[in-house]
């Protein structure tokens, strides 16, 4: 079976209240392709490995967390962008990304998704906005900081980097997927035990130690994995389209 890509676009935008988000970058279609869909490929990033891979499973449009078009980049089709644009256009491929809205879902989101796997129970928002992007809450079952960090990279396959004693016992946990070290300050301010986020920066290190809350950067791409193929399973079972998500390596 297959859907329209007007269908699947207005699907997508209505469960993700996608037109209510401020954001960096357009949310939804930003580039047009073939008009109906039967294969979707699902990505974290929309890089050229990512597009040729999509191309060579024949999908229709590829649906992505971090997708083009982000504010303040250069506008002109040159070099990079121009190759990644050619490659959509020549194989009449659509580009769907989700980038805030992705994230912020209770259920399908990034750190909704994330908090399933890690066993947290959902407390609070982490800001008191409308749509907050980050989240609050306990431990299932209370864990020392090792074994919440192994866990993490058993599921992952990604090394993280983290602070504070082995042995802490966490409980209490604030986290926030992809870029959001800076969030650290709120979460100890809400007295969390740990807080977990995808990217580090050198004034996080200073911000754990300094605030005793232990800290954990469990990568940018690896956080932002399981949002998009939450969103594609949806897809799936609401117009039986088949999928296929690609995995491109991302250190970071």
């Known amino acids: 079976m297959s859907a329209t890509l007007t269908e699947l676009v207005s699907f997508c ?16 279609l930003q580039v047009e392709g073939h008009p109906e869909i039967d294969r979707l490929a699902v990505a974290v990033t929309a890089n050229q490995s990512v597009l040729d891979l999509a191309v060579q499973q024949r999908a229709n ?15 002109p089709l040159v070099g990079m962008k121009k190759r990644r644009i050619e490659t959509l256009l020549q194989h009449d491929m659509s580009l769907i990304a989700y ?14 998704q994330l908090a399933k796997r890690l066993g947290i129970l ?12 980050g989240s609050v809450g306990e431990l299932e079952q209370p864990r020392e900081l090792r074994q919440i960090v192994a866990e993490w990279e058993a599921l992952s396959g990604h090394r993280s980097l983290f602070i504070g004693e082995e042995g802490r016992v966490i409980r209490r946990v604030g986290w926030c997927t992809g870029a959001a070290q800076d969030y650290i300050d709120r979460a100890a301010e809400l007295e969390c ?4 986020s ?6 996080t290190v200073h911000s754990a130690r300094e605030q005793n809350i232990a800290y954990m950067a469990a990568g940018h791409h690896a956080t932002e994995r399981y949002g998009v193929q939450a969103l594609a399973a949806e897809l799936a079972s609401q117009f039986a389209l088949q999928w296929e998500f690609i995995d491109c390596n991302n250190p970071v």
Do not use: M
């Not at 035990?193 to 977990?196: A, N």
């Open 13 to 28: 935008d209505r469960i993700l209240d996608a037109r209510s988000f401020k954001d960096y970058c357009p949310n939804g």
């Open 61 to 75: 449009a590829l649906l992505v967390h971090h997708g083009y078009f982000w504010r303040g980049e250069p506008a």
């Open 99 to 112: 980038h805030l809205p992705l994230d912020a879902h209770s259920a399908i989101g990034n750190n909704a």
């Open 122 to 133: 959902v407390t609070q928002p982490l800001f008191n906005e409308a749509f907050s992007v």
């Open 193 to 196: 035990d740990l807080f977990i």
């Open 198 to 203: 995808g990217e580090v920066s050198e004034r």
